[in-house]
């Protein structure tokens, strides 16, 4: 008996995330007795010599392998998109092994759910690819809605500085006055750049890393004229206010902007879903039918031509909608 191909595939694929989550795990119990173990020799229970010993046939031998595939995941976070800026900026305490894990967990299930929903086999891929996409557009929601949030509270943050400025207050001061009187997320961010000037570092690139972390317009602004006070001299307190003012009238004009290209945006959105409702709504009445775009090589590149023209579309669209302000 022959076994389909697409079984195969399947159980390959479940095989190899049921091994790069075994991987993690082991990882993960080791790193938790490597904590206990040094626990015992400070309280007394174990000897350090035994520890040194254990560590010989231990972590010799099965650590650095083990590490080698935890650094082997953060390399390609790295050179995929920074994830590690991207868990930065969404305030998110998963790491890159957890991200693979839950990316190729979330694609066998996408597998199941077609198998379960009788789709063509030609789309088990495809719903694989779809939610295993889920944890990474589930931390890009959390990092555009933590920067919608920042760039809402940075006026207030601004004229606060201003107002401790001239009340006689340092910047530094005036930062930490931002930290325990506003809410998250910007109180984080001034909370951390004013520890990392706190611990040595330059004023000036603490919040320039605030800014690699928020990369926002009117920050940069900040930052900007912060760089340029500390070099040149000036009333900081009164650049920062008419910064907070511009800021202010801009989003007035975003809010406009919004209200005017809220149909490009709906007829965008139903111009987008429109063809793959009436796929499936077809599919589901008659799949003998759909099943010519699949089995015939024209109907393959029919499908092929209509994702590529569904990309090119959405483009153009936000492209149109997109205005910059």
């Known amino acids: 008996m022959q076994l389909n191909p697409i079984v195969i595939s399947i159980a390959a694929f479940v095989g190899v995330v049921g091994l790069i989550a075994?991987?993690?795990f082991l990882i993960r119990d080791k790193s938790s007795s490597s904590l206990e173990d040094r626990l015992d020799i400070?309280?007394?229970?174990?000897?350090?010599?035994?520890?040194?010993?254990?560590s010989v046939t231990k972590e010799d031998l099965l650590a650095e392998g083990l590490s080698g595939i935890t650094g082997f995941a953060q390399?390609?976070?790295?050179?995929?998109?920074?994830?590690?800026?991207?868990?930065?900026?969404?305030?998110?305490?998963?790491?890159?092994?957890?991200?693979?894990?839950?990316?190729?967990?979330?694609?066998?299930?996408?597998?199941?759910?077609?198998?379960?929903?009788?789709?063509p086999a030609p789309l088990y891929p495809v719903f694989g690819l779809m939610f295993s996409g889920?944890?990474?557009?589930?931390?890009?929601?959390?990092?555009?809605?933590r920067f919608k949030k920042f760039a809402k509270q940075l006026p207030d943050a601004l004229e606060l500085i201003a107002r401790a400025l001239r009340s006689g207050h340092s910047l530094a001061s005036g930062i930490n006055v931002v930290v325990d009187e506003m809410p998250e997320p910007i109180s984080k961010e001034f909370g951390m750049s004013y520890e990392e000037q706190n611990l040595g570092v330059p004023l000036d690139q603490s919040l320039k890393n605030m800014y690699n972390r928020m990369p926002n317009l009117d920050l940069k602004f900040?930052?900007?004229?912060?760089?340029?006070?500390?070099?040149?001299?000036g009333d900081l307190a009164e650049i920062l206010d008419k910064i907070g003012k511009i800021v202010r009238e801009r989003f007035k004009i975003q809010g406009q902007v919004q209200a005017l290209?809220?149909?490009?945006?709906?007829?965008?959105?139903?111009?987008?879903?429109?063809?793959?409702?009436?796929?499936?709504a077809v599919w589901r009445l008659n799949p003998d039918y759909m099943m010519l775009l699949f089995d015939d090589p024209i109907g393959k590149q029919m499908i092929a031509g209509a994702a590529f023209l569904q990309v090119l579309g959405a483009i153009s669209i936000k492209k149109i909608i997109a205005i910059k302000i």
């Open 22 to 24: 075994a991987v993690y």
């Open 42 to 54: 400070l309280a007394g229970k174990k000897s350090a010599k035994a520890e040194e010993n254990n």
């Open 75 to 119: 390399s390609v976070s790295e050179k995929f998109g920074n994830l590690k800026l991207l868990f930065e900026q969404s305030d998110s305490s998963m790491k890159s092994e957890q991200f693979f894990l839950y990316s190729a967990v979330a694609g066998i299930i996408g597998a199941v759910v077609a198998m379960l929903l009788r789709l």
């Open 134 to 145: 889920l944890p990474l557009m589930f931390l890009l929601f959390k990092r555009g809605r």
């Open 222 to 233: 900040f930052v900007t004229a912060v760089v340029i006070q500390r070099q040149a001299g």
């Open 261 to 280: 290209t809220g149909e490009g945006r709906i007829s965008g959105i139903v111009l987008m879903a429109l063809p793959i409702c009436l796929f499936f």
